[in-house]
């Protein structure tokens, strides 16, 4: 107590009482910590997504990520504080193996993923999910199997949580989790939505389809509160633990918001174009008819994004450059993708 202070001892004893209460307060209290992994196509929103969910400013402009990007938020939900960590992966699927970096095999209980796909350009929106939940289910397949050799048990709690869900469903044996829990988000929801009904109606049952046969969470999103709202739902059930499950919404004219194991294959019906193709294909191929593709974006075209870097020459740095993208080419591995066997084509069900 400073010289001169005439609150007496009384003073210091009502301090320490506080601080002694307050720390008994909080005892117990150390926030439990959750790790969510942003993936998608370049330009896609994962940059404006992790910024909502850490109170920034969604809408401002931003420089795209170049290589892994960090942010968390602490919330409390239900009484439990919960540290949401956010890892943005940027440049698409040029440093898309950067995935398997974030996947921390000692965390691998703790990591949620979410996909992002621009539903501005709906033409495109089916292959790059394929694309990117064949890459996570990949990846995550990978760690798991890391996992095996030095824990085997951590890896079959994984594995037996992710199955868990699904006893009892209808589709049990039609889905293939990812082994983690997986949301997918269609952002820009406000270019899609002004799309006509019909069309959007294939590219939603498409989207619908995958993610359910892959046991993901499904939602659109755009900036506005009310269109922000189903996927603030979702973030909170899977990344800061809410007990709350959104109540489903399937409405094609609607924000999509679908929980992984509430919806059904019988209840998404059957793509317009069957035929002797996976699923996978024909959905592809069905919703191409709504959507013609417009610019196809090719692998050569992923690999070379980077930019023309000619006109900034530098000897020493150009020289060690080739030296490496000659590495890279010589140890580059396939980019063909084997993932799940095709699906077959199921028998036709009429939805309206």
Sequence with gaps: MEKGDKRGPQFENDIFD???KSMEENKGDTPSERIAIVIGEKGSGKSSLIAAMVGEDPKAERKPTAGMDYKFSTKKIESK???????????GRLLSDLLKTALYPKKIQDIVLIITIDMSQPDTALHHLNYWLRKASEDVNTVLEEIDATDPSLSSEVRSRSAFQWEGHSD??????IGIPTIIVGTKYDVFGIQESENKKWLCRGMRFNAHVN???????????????PLKAL????VYGSTKVPKMQADHGKILSIVSGQDKLTAIGDPPIPGEMSMDQAWIMSVESYFPLKNPITEEEQDNDLGDMSKYNEPKVDAMKAQKDEEITRNKPSIQLKGK?????????EVE
Excluded: M, N
């Design 81 to 91: 504080r919960v540290v949401g960590h956010y890892h943005e992966i940027g440049g």
């Design 235 to 238: 973030i909170s059930r899977q």
């Design 215 to 229: 046991g993901c969470d499904l939602t659109f999103c755009s900036y506005r509160d009310k269109d922000f709202d």
């Design 341 to 349: 066997k095709p699906r077959k084509v199921v028998k036709r069900v």
């Design 18 to 20: 506080i601080a002694v």
């Design 172 to 177: 049990a044996k039609r889905v293939s989790p």
